[in-house]
């Protein structure tokens, strides 16, 4: 057995089975393992997923939000330990392979066509 396939199969064993079929475009609710003391809790983030990497053990989505008037990104690690669960909200229409675009618009120009061809 060489090295790689020797880390394709410890890869194999980290990587999350029970993932959904993530497109861009979609509006996701990613659930976020946070330590604060002692204690665990999830925490939901909630948004639109504007790009999309590689397809291994280090696939990364992007999704943004809007807080308080202000855009946030964060880049999550889809089968990281951190990640409890990703569940899908609604799918959009697009034609782009990543939306970046989006960062420049405000308020409703930010809208996506919903796309009902896909089930959730």
């Keep these: ?23 861009i475009g979609d509006t996701v609710k990613v659930g976020v393992i946070i330590q604060e003391g002692g204690k665990e ?9 504007i790009a999309k990497r ?15 008037g202000v855009g946030v990104e964060r880049v999550f690690l889809v ?8 569940k899908i909200l609604r799918r959009s229409k697009v ?10 618009r405000v308020g409703k120009a930010t809208r996506l066509k919903q796309r009902f061809d896909r089930p959730l």
């Design 1 to 23: 057995m060489n090295a790689q396939e020797l880390i394709r199969s410890i890869e194999a064993e980290q990587m999350k089975s029970n993932l959904p079929d993530i497109q």
């Design 95 to 104: 034609r782009r392979a990543k939306l970046y675009y989006l960062r420049d």
């Design 79 to 86: 089968h990281s330990p951190q990640i409890e669960s990703i």
């Design 54 to 68: 590689n397809t291994s053990i280090n696939a990364t989505i992007t999704v943004r939000r809007v807080f308080q």
């Design 41 to 49: 809790r999830t925490q939901p983030y909630e948004g639109v997923v």
